[in-house]
């Protein structure tokens, strides 16, 4: 292989004077060397940015090569470790393989054997891509919801726990992070699962709409009905109810769904009958609703009889963890539904995926994948097929390595808001669309990261 500066190796030994030699030893092949003395500080790296291998050793106090090489395939699983071990230690090397390791070397290290695996390795990553055989850990699916970062483990926990009561539940968080995954998968582990699960969008109905489609109507209760119509209450009966964006509805609506929570009855519009229901509510919102309550919006008595049980969805740049796993899940998807033969995603990509703030969570992900897949020509998901907001925003962050970085993930999102808005001249639909994200969500981005 000829010399490449381009090539930057993760060195990880708590042994410094093995650390000095092998930066030595690489340097002298054309290759940069960064180093790291334990198990936590090679984790914090990868986290800061991307290599094209990682050589560890497998004893070391702080945090040992076995568990830190997890928690390097949790962040950029398509990063290739090699594993040190003394020849005595082989069976954990074998683990380590097992594991998610690309390969492992016995010390005293063999340096041409050293060598031939290092450009493997390289090789490897730079032409191959990645694919789900890089994903090791514990199982990623539970029914149609995707990770096994610590936030959804316990999200799923609380689930498991809280599914089989009768407890109204309140999800909250960002748009496009999933929330409807989760009503379902609560209705499907509850005791109502052979009954409906029934879906209303609250934010996308005019009032009077709303109401006709939550309670139903009677024929000639306004211009239009011809016939009686049962509403989602009725039709939910025995099931579940799931009331997205909750905090869009109306005072009025608000004082009609409370009665139903409390009474259990309701009336068609036009009606007088009066029907009985057994529903249970799931609600969900992107706003902060104990401050809507506090500003006067929001009912606090509808408030209290819909936080029963609260779960706050993590949003996707406090999730980085399951970017791989969610990746490879719509490549599949897509590439089954357009007919297109995918044999992975390239690891520059991978890279900015798992690196990127997702403004609009997973449901920018999802769109960002699909328009890739369409576009692809080859066998990989590279960088120049996802949208041009991801690409720009990479690029700038490659030309301003050296310069000041965002302080979090948050900043960085902030940043590439202000960066569209400036680019569509304040057209903040036009913005919306190349983020990826509804207006309604990049108004609401605005608003809390205080964008003038």
């Not at 789900?132 to 995707?146: L, V």
Request: proline fraction near 4%.
């Amino acid at each position: 292989m000829k010399k490449n500066t381009n090539i930057k190796v993760l060195i990880v030994d708590d042994d410094q004077v093995h650390r000095y030699m092998l930066t030595n030893l690489l340097e002298e092949w054309g290759w940069q060397a960064a180093e790291a003395d334990d198990g936590t500080t090679a984790v914090a790296a990868v986290e800061e940015g991307p290599y094209d291998a990682v050589l560890m050793d497998v004893r070391m106090t702080t945090m040992d090569g076995m568990e830190a090489l997890q928690k390097i395939n949790a962040i950029n699983p398509a990063i290739p470790v090699i594993i040190m071990t003394a020849f005595s230690s082989v069976d954990s090397a074998v683990d380590a393989i097992k594991m998610g390791a690309h390969d492992y070397l016995t010390k005293p290290l063999d340096f041409d054997r050293l060598r031939q695996t290092m450009e493997a390795a390289v090789k490897h990553k730079r032409h191959h891509g990645y694919d789900s055989s890089d994903i090791t850990g514990k199982p990623e699916k539970h029914g149609d919801i995707i990770g096994n970062s610590g936030p959804m483990m316990e999200l799923w926990d609380m689930v498991v726990q809280v599914a089989p009561s009768e407890a109204n539940v309140l999800l909250t968080g960002e748009s496009g992070t999933g929330k409807e995954l989760i009503a379902a998968a609560f209705h499907q582990k509850s005791t109502r699962s052979d009954g409906p699960f029934i879906k209303v969008n609250c934010a996308a109905l005019a009032e009077n709409l709303l109401e006709s489609e939550l309670f139903g109507h009677e024929k000639g209760a306004f211009t239009g009905a011809d016939r009686r119509r049962e509403g989602r209450f009725v039709q939910a009966n025995g099931g579940t109810l799931f009331l997205d964006e909750i905090g869009e509805t109306a005072p009025a609506m608000q004082a009609k769904l409370l009665r139903v929570l409390q009474e259990h009855e309701l009336q068609r519009v036009g009606g007088q009958e009066t029907i009985r229901v057994d529903v249970r509510i799931i609600a969900a919102t992107n706003r902060d609703l104990e401050q809507e309550v506090s500003a006067g919006n929001f009912r606090e008595d509808l408030y209290y009889r819909l936080n029963v049980v609260v779960l706050h969805m993590p949003p996707l740049r406090e999730r980085q963890g399951d970017i791989p796993l969610l990746a490879e899940f719509f490549v599949k998807r897509f590439a089954a539904k357009n007919k297109r033969q995918v044999a992975g995603i390239t690891p520059e990509c991978m890279d900015l995926l798992i690196r990127y703030p997702w403004p609009g969570n997973v449901r920018e992900l999802e769109n960002s994948i699909e328009r890739g897949v369409i576009l692809m020509r080859g066998e990989y998901l590279e960088v120049n097929l996802l949208p041009l907001a991801l690409q720009g925003w990479g690029n700038e962050n490659v030309a301003s390595e050296e310069n000041e970085q965002p302080s979090t993930l948050k900043d960085a999102e902030r940043a590439l808001i202000v960066k569209t808005l400036e680019e569509t001249g304040g057209n903040r639909s036009e913005a919306a669309r190349r983020l990826q994200v509804t207006r309604k969500t990049l108004l609401n981005k605005i608003k809390s990261y205080n964008i003038g």
